[in-house]
């Protein structure tokens, strides 16, 4: 089944502590991105990836960093979290970037609460 | 920035009714737009694309495209209590991105 990955669905961590967030697609797309979705504010990109190796700020990068070494894989990074991270965050896959006739698929979410 | 407009609702209609939503956007040079559905804590999940000036028609489902007025409309006709969710409009941004509509939220009362 075509998929696109995330783990772990739910987080309750502190201030302070790393954590990875996973994301991984089944569907050999070139382009993966990831958003948090915050009430009032909609879906906001925080990275963006083009393809293997090649990755890019989205409207909200501060406090994030992400790596895309394989294609199928994009994990976030949350190097020091804090409380204003605390969010729905979703990855999402598109067959090629942007401006395409491409619709991009979503993961089921992870809800990240940072205490 | 890209803006990508919508009224947040929430839009109330009647089991039975076509519901209209509609979505304006800045860049006159989108070529592509999406709409979502998003039901409360899921993913977003794509029920309809259109590429041209006109509609396009899927099942209960009508976009509505035009582009010298930079608006797009989803219209549901039978309009069901399960259509009640979150509607997302999505316009590509140049190359690399996605902008998504704030969203407007519909509640079909049985």
């Known amino acids: 089944e075509a998929q696109v990955t995330q783990n772990p669905r739910y987080l309750i961590t502190v201030t302070g502590k790393k954590l990875t967030v996973t994301c991984s697609q089944n569907?050999?797309?070139?382009?993966m991105s990831w958003y948090r979705q915050d009430p009032g504010l909609g879906l906001r990109q925080i990275y963006y990836s083009m393809n293997v190796e090649v990755t890019d700020k989205g409207d909200v990068p501060e406090g994030y960093k992400v790596s895309r070494k394989e294609k199928r894989n994009f994990p976030l990074i949350l190097e020091s979290p804090s409380p204003n991270q605390t969010s729905l965050y979703f990855c999402?896959?598109?067959?090629?970037?942007?401006?395409?006739?491409?619709?991009?698929?979503f993961g089921d979410g992870t809800r990240l609460s940072i205490l | 920035q890209k803006e990508v407009e919508q009224n947040s609702g929430p839009l109330s209609v009647p089991e039975g009714a076509i519901a209209s939503l509609n979505c304006t956007y800045s860049d006159r040079g989108s070529q592509s737009f999406f709409w979502y559905r998003q039901y409360s804590g899921k993913s977003p999940e794509l029920i309809m694309s259109?590429?041209?000036?006109g509609d396009k028609e899927d099942g209960r489902f009508t976009a509505q495209l035009n582009k010298a007025s930079q608006y797009v409309s989803l219209l549901i006709r039978d309009s069901q209590p399960s259509d009640s969710a979150t509607y997302l409009c999505a316009v590509p941004s140049g190359y690399s991105t996605l902008t998504f509509g704030k969203g407007t939220m519909l509640l079909v009362s049985p």
């Open positions: 999402a896959s598109s067959l090629v970037g942007g401006n395409s006739n491409q619709p991009q698929h």
């Open positions: 569907m050999n797309h070139e382009y």
């Open positions: 259109i590429y041209s000036n």
